[in-house]
Every structure is written in C-alpha cells, then in structure tokens.
C-alpha cells in the first residue's frame, strides 16, 4: 500500500518561532509538493521538488523554505511563524505527469 | 497559462439522487485530467483520471469523460449515497508543464448528502 506520511496532524505554535513539517513516501517518487488548503481558496502549491536538492516555488512560497536532502523527504520550514500561516498543509508525491498525486493526511497547523 | 474553473458549491442533494459537478479547463498540450476526493479531517484521494481525450475514468460509481472539444471533464454519478459527502476536486497535470507532475486544482465543490 502506497503511503505519504506527514509529522503531525496537529500542531500549535508560537508566532515567531521556527517551524518544520516533515513528509516521507515510500514509493520511491521523483517528485514532490507542499500545498496548503484554506476556505474559500481551494489548494495552493507553495514549493515542490523534482529531485533531490532540487526545489521550485510554487504559487505563494513567501514566508516558506523547503529542503529535500533525501529523495523520500521533503521539508517545509516555516523560517518565523506568523498567524496568516496558519492553515492545513498537504504533503503529495508523483512519479509524473500522467500519474497520480498521493497526498499525506495533512497537518492542520496553528500559529497562535 | 493553464486553468480548472469547477462549479461552486455547496451541492446539497438527497439520497439516490443523480450528481454532476462541472469542471472545464485551459490547457496547451495534452493534459492528463484527474478528480480528487476529500472526506472529512483526511488528506486527498485519487478518485478517477483520464490521460487523453475521450477516455472514461470510472471509480466507486463515478464517472467522468475526458472532452477535448468542450474542455470538460465533468464529474457524474447516477445515484448517490450520504458516504459521499465529501470536498471533490478537479485538477489537470502536464499539457506542457514538464514531467513534475504539477497539478492545477479547480477550488474544489461540497457536495453534502442527506438521508
């Protein structure tokens, strides 16, 4: 069974403090994404990854940095947390244009 | 650049009741089409895809046809069940972006079911 899993489902933080949310898959996919997901606003791309060490922005990575030292790791960094940044974030992972994204669970983030 | 405009929701249908969410988009190239589900408190789910025109993805009693001439890949279901009270999203992949596999999400439709 395929499997994206992500840190935490829930966590509260501090603004200002330094965030990380971890995501492992264990498929062996070349390419993987951080989104987060607010009402009203559907998903938004805030970085992916194509390989490792490699990463692009996506939509809105203001505020955000990501690290992918390994190829079944991707990290988001949230460098000084603010309240605007609290959301739901999705980790996902593909091998590619005609396949499928598997999503993570989620980590329902609060910055308080 | 490419796009997925869905209906907006929420849908609120009865039980047995017939569903269609609508999804069109802009594209150049070949996209693959994709619709996702989300259940409540989870993270997203493959529900059906199509990767080239006039293909039929099925799932789960859904079923959604992949229109090059209208651009659509609208989602049906001829009868449906409170387990599918769920967000759905449409999404595409490729059509030129490279092979990231990259998505473009619609905003996504609540359809709620009742008994």
């Known amino acids: 069974d395929v499997k994206v899993t992500q840190s935490s489902r829930y966590l509260v933080k501090r603004t200002g403090e330094k965030v990380f949310l971890e995501c492992v898959q264990d498929?062996?996919?070349?390419?993987m994404f951080w989104y987060r997901q607010d009402p009203g606003l559907g998903l938004r791309l805030i970085y992916f990854?194509?390989?490792?060490?490699?990463?692009e922005k996506g939509d809105i990575p203001e505020g955000y940095s990501v690290s992918r030292e390994k190829k079944e790791r991707f990290s988001l960094i949230l460098e000084s947390a603010s309240t605007n940044q609290t959301s739901m974030y999705l980790c996902?992972?593909?091998?590619?244009?005609?396949?499928?994204?598997?999503f993570g669970p989620g980590t329902r983030l609060t910055v308080t | 650049g490419n796009s997925v405009t869905q209906m907006e929701g929420p849908v609120t249908l009865s039980e047995e009741a017939f569903l269609t969410i609508n999804c069109t988009y802009t594209?150049?190239?070949?996209?693959?089409l994709f619709w996702y589900v989300q259940y409540p408190g989870e993270g997203l789910q493959l529900l059906l895809k199509?990767?080239?025109?006039?293909d039929k993805g099925s799932n789960k009693g859904f079923e959604a046809t992949y229109r090059k001439e209208t651009t659509s890949f609208h989602l049906e279901k001829g009868s449906v069940q409170v387990s599918d009270s769920a967000v759905y999203f449409c999404?595409?992949?490729?059509?030129?972006?490279?092979?990231?596999?990259?998505?473009?999400f619609g905003q996504g439709t609540t359809l709620q079911v009742k008994p």
């Open positions: 594209a150049t190239g070949y996209p693959s």
């Open positions: 999404a595409l992949s490729g059509g030129g972006s490279g092979n990231t596999g990259k998505l473009i």
């Open positions: 498929m062996d996919h070349e390419n």
């Open positions: 990854s194509y390989d490792v060490k490699m990463k």
């Open positions: 996902a992972s593909t091998a590619g244009r005609r396949y499928e994204q598997y």
């Open positions: 199509a990767t080239k025109a006039d």
